[in-house]
């Protein structure tokens, strides 16, 4: 059972920035996949393959950046002009094992 918990989130005025990280209660190189999704649909932001090829949305591209650190079990989303559309609820998820493991969620709110 993997445990994730996301910090970071937050208020923020369009074209502002915000970093969301993501700790894990297990050592992240074991994982298949690690990334980030918002909204109810849980629609991909950024990931990292175990090959450690990054995704990342069309939308997002430029502006957000995806990082890992292994040591600290962590992951980073770091969020810049943010516009009021990145308001969502963000997700962090891990596959290990062909099982996937949601964080319980954060709020990114950008006002206009």
């Known amino acids: 059972q993997v445990h994730l918990v996301e910090s970071g989130g937050g208020l923020v005025q369009a074209g502002g920035s915000l970093r969301l990280a993501c700790t894990s209660s297990e050592d992240m190189s074991t994982f298949n996949s690690i990334g980030w999704y918002r909204r109810q649909e849980r629609k991909l932001v950024a990931r990292i393959s175990w090959?450690?090829?990054?995704t990342y949305a069309e939308e997002v591209k430029g502006r957000f950046t995806i990082s890992r650190d292994n040591a600290k079990k962590t992951l980073y989303l770091q969020m810049n002009s943010l516009q009021p559309e990145d308001t969502a609820v963000y997700y962090c998820n891990v596959i290990q094992d062909q099982r996937n493991y949601w964080g319980q969620g954060i709020q990114v709110t950008v006002s206009s």
């Open positions: 090959t450690g090829r990054i």
